[in-house]
T-cell receptor
Framework: AAGVIQSPRHLIKEKRETATLKCYPI?????VYWYQQGPGQDPQFLIS???????DKGSIPDRFSAQQFSDYHSELNMSSLELGDSALYFC?????????????FGEGSRLTVL | AQTVTQSQPEMSVQDAETVTLSCTYD???????LFWYKQPPSRQMILVIR??????QNATENRFSVNFQKAAKSFSLKISDSQLGDTAMYFC??????????????FGKGTKLSVIP
């Protein structure tokens, strides 16, 4: 079965650079979530989209932006990177009218900021 | 704001034995959902079990069951007949019912479970 695809899996950037993470949800899933997980930490909700519209916003820095495109894939853009942005970034997808809270997670994109 | 607390950072269990992971949460709302998600080493998180707060009956999924105590705001996970493949980080999670299309999850800090052969 198709899963959530994230790219790139690993990314190394310098401070103040820009990074873009991509997420391809499971086919027919219309909702995408982005989470940030620091080392040894619980995942923190950043932002979500439902039917290509921003749905909820969590602790996403102003330096970050995201969108969901017409094909339902999503991109997380991170600018002016800081050391503290080093983390595992998870994307998850779900069916908006499916089982509440049943999210399907990707394997994550590990960002290292030097 | 809702909070989820997991007081056991690490636990271990012998294979074939039973283990219980604890979770408490805090909310003033009445309509919500609770979850246990499993994150194996270097793998993605997957849903283990799900409980609707309006249901009194505890959810079960094969070897996994929960003890949901709504008044005490407690939601523990019991794993029976533990297997090596159960070794993972387990996150308790919470979401409010909103009627909207997306449901952000609030996670606890996780319990690292090791199954010992």
């Amino acid at each position: 079965a198709a899963g959530v695809i994230q790219s790139p899996r690993h990314l190394i950037k310098e401070k103040r650079e820009t990074a873009t993470l991509k997420c391809y949800p499971i086919p027919r899933h219309d909702t995408v979530y982005w989470y940030q997980q620091g080392p040894g930490q619980d995942p923190q909700f950043l932002i979500s989209f439902y039917e290509k519209m921003q749905s909820d916003k969590g602790s996403i820095p102003d330096r970050f932006s995201a969108q969901q495109f017409s094909d339902y894939h999503s991109e997380l853009n991170m600018s002016s990177l800081e050391l503290g942005d080093s983390a595992l970034y998870f994307c998850a997808s779900s069916l908006g009218r499916g089982r509440i809270g049943e999210l399907f997670f990707g394997e994550g994109s590990r960002l290292t900021v030097l | 704001a809702q909070t989820v607390t997991q007081s056991q950072p690490e636990m271990s269990v012998q294979d074939a034995e039973t283990v219980t992971l604890s979770c408490t949460y805090d909310t003033s709302e009445n309509n919500y959902y609770l979850f246990w998600y499993k994150q194996p080493p270097s793998r993605q998180m997957i849903l283990v079990i799900r409980q609707e707060a309006y249901k009194q009956q505890n959810a079960t999924e094969n070897r996994f069951s929960v003890n949901f105590q709504k008044a005490a705001k407690s939601f523990s996970l019991k794993i029976s007949d533990s297997q090596l493949g159960d070794t993972a980080m387990y996150f308790c999670a919470f979401t409010l019912y909103s009627g909207a299309g997306s449901y952000q999850l609030t996670f606890g800090k996780g319990t690292k479970l090791s199954v010992i052969p």
